[in-house]
């Protein structure tokens, strides 16, 4: 089994950058997709972005593409979430999670291990 455990959340002011940690062990963490979700207060949880074993291959959802990017140091066993241009509608506590596939996925239901969150707060 793997764990996952994230850093990085915080309080910050719109248009600031943040940039999350998500690190891996157990599982051999280097050789599966990661992604990152998000859930805000009284929503589902949504897919962020996401990232292939290797870390060429990366998907985002629409609402940040341009602004957000994934990336992982597979030495270290840690995928980055780089978050630039923060907006209030960003406030959520945001997982990483680890899929047995290689590659990346946007589904929830493909990923079969998740962190315990870091809360990332996004004042106007």
């Known amino acids: 089994q793997v764990q996952l455990v994230e850093s990085g959340g915080e309080l910050v002011q719109a248009g600031s950058s943040l940039r999350l940690s998500c690190v891996g062990s157990?599982?051999?963490?280097?050789?599966?997709?990661v992604g990152w979700f998000r859930q805000a207060p009284g929503k589902e949880r949504e897919f962020v972005a996401a990232?292939?074993?290797?870390?060429?291959?990366?998907d985002y959802a629409d609402s940040v593409k341009g602004r957000f990017t994934i990336s992982r140091d597979n030495a270290k066993n840690t995928v980055y979430l780089r978050m630039n241009v923060l907006k209030p509608e960003d406030t959520a506590d945001y997982y990483c999670?680890?899929?047995?596939?290689?590659?990346?996925?946007?589904?929830?239901?493909?990923?079969?291990?998740w962190g315990q969150g870091t809360q990332v707060t996004v004042s106007s």
């Open positions: 999670a680890v899929r047995k596939g290689q590659y990346s996925s946007s589904s929830p239901r493909d990923y079969d291990a």
């Open positions: 157990g599982r051999t963490f280097s050789s599966f997709g």
């Open positions: 990232i292939g074993w290797s870390g060429s291959q990366t």
